[in-house]
């Protein structure tokens, strides 16, 4: 199992400015403007310099961990999730809003821009499309057929 927690450097080095959807852009499934990547030991961390888009992230990724609980099947809030339940959750929900929102590209800070302009707030967002559409997604690497 994989803690929920974005961090790659654990509990011990963790910076408050780790990028929630650092997953998502490691996969390039989804980009952000304001993401900064440094250099930490063997490899890097990904932040955001933004305390105010870094909450919009975390209110995000809650309600979407939230909605799509039952549907994917994942452990309630504080519990860990595997890493495939991370990236699916993660990707998928950047993916669904995108489509959602009809935007041009998922970039998470402009994502959640456009949803607060369309809806008052995150939690306003139209959920039972976004869990569908989430949980349609499948990881877009393709498999190698096993070998005979």
Known sequence: MIDD???????????ASVCVFA????????????????L????????????????????LAALLHERARFALRLPGPGQPLMHAQAMRLHCGGLLALQNVLDAPRPDVHRLI???HERCSSLTELPWDA?????????????RRPPKP
Not at 40 to 59: F, H, K, L, Q
């Open 5 to 15: 927690n974005p961090s790659p450097l654990g509990a011990c080095c963790e910076s």
């Open 130 to 142: 976004i869990v569908k559409s989430l949980s349609a997604w499948q990881p877009g690497r393709a």
């Open 23 to 38: 997953r998502a852009l490691r996969a390039r499934a989804a980009s952000c403007e304001l993401a900064e990547r440094r």
């Open 113 to 115: 821009g456009a949803a």
């Open 40 to 59: 930490w030991a063997e490899g890097d961390v990904i932040e955001c310099p933004s305390p105010v888009a870094r909450m919009n992230c975390v209110t």
